[in-house]
């Protein structure tokens, strides 16, 4: 075994990474009623005027206004009720004068009113309504185009569809949108001494736990795991699964085999795929990482550690995953807190991550080792200690790096 | 047409609806790999000790401790090496005394070793080790149970699934998880003047816009929306309609029909169907919302404008979805703001609900109207302003309601 060149400082790593990495160009199209959260591959405009006639915005009676113009205190106008208009009816007639028709929220104004008064301010009598202040032309009236003229745009290109979104295409009567295809994330585990869990343990073997965190962070970015089950020892098997990965899908992520070891095969099959970006990123837990951009994709070769694995997932892929994605922003919201106890920085000439959770507004680390998948329980943010430093003392203010969602918060499938 | 009877307040609407929510107790198993996200609807216990087999947590040289009793400065002690134990591994033989085994991070320790020493730490010379300070008993070992004991528990039943929690399953060997069912969430629009999306507009008719803001709501608290093309405005066609959602899903949501005029067909349906919890809520916009038990279930008739309809799938219907989803809390967190310009209470009467976004760390009403959907874009959380308050002023402080996830942010499928 060797040991590592000089190792890439985390924001280098992160920044080849993120520069390397290319947003997902295929396209589908939803129904708007099935889109909530996808993002929109098109700018889509209102194909009409919505509203595209004149409606009331409540229950009442239409009128023609300069019926009421004289109007005053001890001077009421009694008009005639002609008719009554539903929501989806158009009033066949034209409205004349001191006549009105009632009228259901949402309904065409008859040809001739101009206003609607609502029922709580008029005398309704057998046929006919009294009115007792002038009602000015348009009120309760909403004019055709006045939520969305035609041409305005409703979705930008790039947007993620809110329910808000969503409603206003389906307001505007667009049925469907055109989104960016989620992207396929290929993930190949490799490993003699990995099991796939539902057998018994043996010596010597571990359970493959990774394809689940990543399958995991890997919806929450947006993205659609592909799981394989470890590949063996064999650089000429890993080489294959993982060119047959590139094949079919955005991104591929191997685990384990990414040290120095004689057993660690990536090192040496990635720069025959492609232009090897980093190996071996200055910090801990998570060091034994590498990447290579391979035509428009990438791939990254990371530590089979569960805990290092996941952790690198979190600052160092999931920008990148949610770029490839088309999602704004890293996926965590940068702030300060103040360290509820002494935090190791064991190893001066590397940065440390330090998973966090919060009590009573102080951040303490959940780290337990990196061979512990519950190293990350709980934790919602992470900090990175800089290089350099050896014990970084409670109380003290620290930069941290809220996940949303927090690690320990989960969104549907 | 008639009025309202008494209405009732926001919170006593909310509680009823709340307490008389049944959680889903339908479950189904999943891959591990495919369960982010998800509810355990059984404890997880570790089935056998992990790790099941003491091993190392580094790369190294497994010793015995007491051959490195005596060493010191100026004392080293040379061990010579017997072999080689790659992760999956088991040592065939017994170490004995002043030998040594190379040995890979997660290999199991052999027989008769006690310690690791990491390479870093020893020189290594032709066929053999020099060891230069003493190596306590256990160093750089995991022992069996270590990380997990048999027996211990994994998952609780009714915990979100996050990454660590999935990954913890697996790396016990656990290949699948009991979850509960999605809830299935039954829509059924009713009113002649809707159209579906996708024909030309008409007259008098609009376009149905909430079955897509409804989707994108129970999406994102972890349902399963059931949606159907409008019903028209008759009774019997409605009822029938409900009954046979009642039949297929966990929850079903009525809108349009919920006020008190001739075509408003609910108030009369619902009390057919159970028992009725409320009809007419203190509340602008958003009052015509009427609510039914029917044996384990909820019917609940939503207006059909679309901004109060979505305000009451906000305020009212996301903690019951995500009771009913055992999800915990109920969808937003309590905070306060302070406001950035004068927001009105038009109706003494009622509370008002006012949708929010932040600028400068003040809060502004992003409302436009009810009829208009976008009265919602780009707020994240609500204030609910209490009855009786004609204007609210710039400065003052108010309870907000923060959306998780935000009313404009989304989540993936």
């Given at each position: 075994?060797?040991?590592?060149?000089?190792?890439?400082?985390?924001?280098?790593?992160?920044?080849?990474?993120l520069s390397a990495a290319r947003p997902v160009r295929r396209t589908e199209t939803l129904p708007v009623t099935e889109a909530f959260g996808r993002v929109a591959a098109a700018t889509i405009r209102a194909p009409f005027p919505v509203p595209s006639f004149a409606r009331t915005t409540w229950d009442g009676y239409a009128v023609r206004s300069k019926d009421t113009t004289a109007v005053g205190p001890g001077h009421p106008v009694s008009l005639r009720i002609v008719g009554e208009v539903f929501a989806e009816q158009a009033y066949p007639g034209r409205l004349g004068a001191g006549e009105t028709v009632a009228i259901a929220t949402g309904g065409a104004i008859p040809a001739g009113a101009d206003a609607v008064v609502i029922f709580e301010e008029v005398e309704r009598t057998e046929?006919?309504?009294?009115?007792?202040?002038?009602?000015?032309?348009?009120?309760?009236?909403?004019?055709?185009?006045?939520?969305f003229p035609r041409g305005s745009v409703l979705v930008r290109q790039g947007t993620e569809l809110s329910a808000t979104a969503l409603g206003t295409l389906a307001a505007c009567g667009v049925p469907t949108v055109a989104v960016y295809a989620r992207p396929v994330v290929a993930v190949v585990p490799n490993g003699n001494e990995l099991l796939v869990p539902g057998v018994?343990?043996?010596?010597?073997?571990?359970?493959?736990?990774?394809?689940?965190?990543?399958?995991?962070?890997?919806?929450?970015?947006?993205?659609?795991?592909?799981?394989?089950?470890?590949?063996?020892?064999?650089?000429?098997?890993?080489?294959?699964?993982?060119?047959?990965?590139?094949?079919?899908?955005?991104?591929?992520?191997?685990?384990?085999?990414?040290?120095?070891?004689?057993?660690?095969?990536?090192?040496?099959?990635?720069?025959?795929?492609?232009?090897?970006?980093?190996?071996?990123?200055?910090?801990r837990a998570g060091k034994p990482t590498l990447a290579a951009r391979v035509g428009d994709k990438l791939v990254v070769g990371l530590p089979g550690h569960p805990t290092s694995c996941l952790a690198n997932m979190y600052w160092l892929l999931l920008?990148?995953?949610?770029?490839?994605?088309?999602?704004?922003?890293?996926?965590?919201?940068?702030?300060?807190?103040?360290?509820?106890?002494?935090?190791?920085?064991?190893?001066?000439?590397?940065?440390?991550?330090?998973?966090?959770?919060?009590?009573?507004?102080?951040?303490?680390?959940?780290?337990?080792?990196?061979?512990?998948?519950?190293?990350?329980?709980?934790?919602?943010?992470?900090?990175?200690?800089?290089?350099?430093?050896?014990?970084?003392?409670?109380?003290?203010?620290?930069?941290?790096?809220?996940?949303?969602?927090?690690l320990g918060t989960v969104r549907p499938e």
């Open positions: 075994m060797h040991a590592f060149g000089r190792l890439t400082e985390v924001d280098v790593a992160r920044r080849r990474l046929g006919s309504i009294v009115v007792r202040r002038p009602i000015p032309p348009g009120d309760r009236i909403s004019r055709p185009g006045h939520d018994p343990p043996r010596t010597g073997m571990i359970f493959e736990s990774n394809n689940a965190t990543i399958a995991a962070v890997v919806t929450a970015a947006g993205g659609i795991p592909r799981l394989s089950d470890p590949v063996p020892d064999d650089p000429a098997v890993i080489e294959r699964a993982i060119r047959a990965a590139l094949d079919s899908s955005d991104l591929v992520l191997a685990t384990g085999g990414s040290s120095v070891g004689e057993r660690d095969h990536l090192p040496r099959i990635l720069p025959r795929l492609g232009t090897l970006l980093f190996h071996g990123v200055a910090v920008p990148v995953l949610r770029k490839i994605a088309r999602r704004a922003g890293p996926g965590f919201t940068e702030g300060w807190a103040v360290l509820g106890h002494d935090a190791m920085a064991p190893s001066p000439g590397l940065s440390t991550i330090v998973p966090l959770r919060f009590e009573n507004g102080r951040a303490y680390s959940t780290f337990r080792g990196s061979s512990i998948i519950t190293s990350l329980s709980g934790a919602t943010a992470f900090a990175m200690l800089p290089p350099g430093r050896r014990v970084v003392r409670a109380g003290t203010r620290i930069r941290v790096y809220h996940l949303d969602p927090p």
